[in-house]
């Protein structure tokens, strides 16, 4: 089964920029549709965005405001989340998920996801 390690994760002041990296291993991630969650001790895991296979389809959290991109890049076996203008409320460990291969479609719910990266921390500072 395909194992997820993001990457990237760090501290950053309010208003700047992060990327965020989501490496596949043992699986080829272009047979994967790929989320971005994020998750703040106590609260429920939030969506952030999705991916379909060939990457031509996209979901983004319209909480967000436009603010992050996802992108992958299948030949080099990884995914990425472009972050702008963040915030403090943006502070939160960052999970990179793969449903599983016969699904299609970009999902927003967490349910929909199988497999599990263990996830980066993003500190936004003030």
């Known amino acids: 089964q395909v194992q997820l390690v993001e990457s990237g994760g760090g501290l950053v002041q309010a208003g700047g920029s992060l990327r965020l990296s989501c490496a596949a291993f043992?699986?080829?991630?272009?047979?994967?549709?790929i989320g971005w969650f994020r998750q703040v001790p106590g609260k429920e895991r939030e969506f952030v965005a999705s991916i379909s296979r060939s990457g031509r389809s996209t979901l983004g959290a319209g909480s967000l405001g436009g603010r992050f991109t996802i992108s992958r890049d299948n030949v080099e076996n990884t995914l990425y989340l472009q972050m702008g203008s963040l915030k403090l409320d943006d502070t939160a460990d960052y999970y990179c998920?793969?449903?599983?291969?016969?699904?299609?479609?970009?999902?927003?719910?967490?349910?929909?996801?199988?497999?599990w990266g263990r996830g980066t921390h993003v500190t936004v500072s003030s």
């Open positions: 043992g699986g080829t991630l272009s047979d994967y549709v």
């Open positions: 998920a793969a449903r599983d291969r016969e699904s299609g479609a970009p999902a927003t719910r967490h349910i929909d996801y199988v497999y």
